[in-house]
């Protein structure tokens, strides 16, 4: 049975001649003693269940800050990478560009000397015709001069005969 503070002031003993009831104090006194062992026990008890929530909250907490604190290194890291890996594309984009330039640059200059080539190669075919042109020509010149003088070797074979060896000591001269 409980008992409230406000029951055991209100509570009165039966008085006798010589002071208070044995009878009704000593159940009254058992009674207290055992509501103070069960209170004990109760309070014993939540001080146990208070440390031990305590302790867990404790636990809790250094949880919570070591996930905090795991949060802001995460954070901080990915941070970072997206920083790091940012810097290496705006790099690998400069390579890029250089390489690209580098390339048109190789290119340009390989069109250059091809360009070049080429023109070399039309002055060397002019040169060539030309000079094939002069060959042909002075060869067409040398058969017309051959053929004009075996013509006149064919003629004057033939006019020999028409010819008699006087004509020949006195007026003509032939090769």
């Known amino acids: 049975m409980r008992i409230t503070p406000i029951e055991i002031q209100q509570?009165?003993?039966k008085t006798k001649i010589f002071g208070y009831d044995t009878?009704?104090?000593?159940p009254f006194l058992e009674m207290l003693a055992d509501e103070l062992e069960r209170l004990h026990k109760q309070n014993n008890e939540l001080k146990e269940s208070l440390a031990r929530t305590r302790t867990s909250l404790e636990q809790m907490r250094e949880r919570e800050k070591a996930l905090q604190e795991t949060l802001m290194?995460?954070?901080?890291v990915t941070k970072?990478?997206?920083?790091?890996?940012r810097k290496e594309a705006e790099i690998v984009v400069a390579e890029a560009h250089l390489e690209g330039e580098r390339v048109i640059r190789d290119a340009?200059?390989?069109?250059?000397q091809l360009i070049s080539e080429i023109q070399e190669i039309r002055r060397?075919?002019?040169s060539f015709e030309g000079g094939l042109r002069s060959l042909i020509e002075n060869h067409l010149k040398l058969m017309d001069i051959d053929s004009l003088q075996i013509e006149d070797d064919q003629q004057a074979r033939l006019l020999r005969p028409l010819?008699?060896?006087e004509?020949?000591?006195?007026?003509?001269?032939?090769?």
């Open 124 to 126: 060397q075919k002019i």
């Open 23 to 26: 009878s009704a104090v000593d």
């Open 80 to 85: 970072e990478l997206k920083l790091n890996a």
């Open 11 to 13: 509570h009165r003993f």
């Open 163 to 165: 010819i008699s060896d």
């Open 108 to 112: 340009n200059e390989r069109r250059m």
């Open 73 to 76: 290194t995460a954070q901080q």
């Open 167 to 175: 004509d020949i000591d006195g007026q003509l001269d032939f090769p």
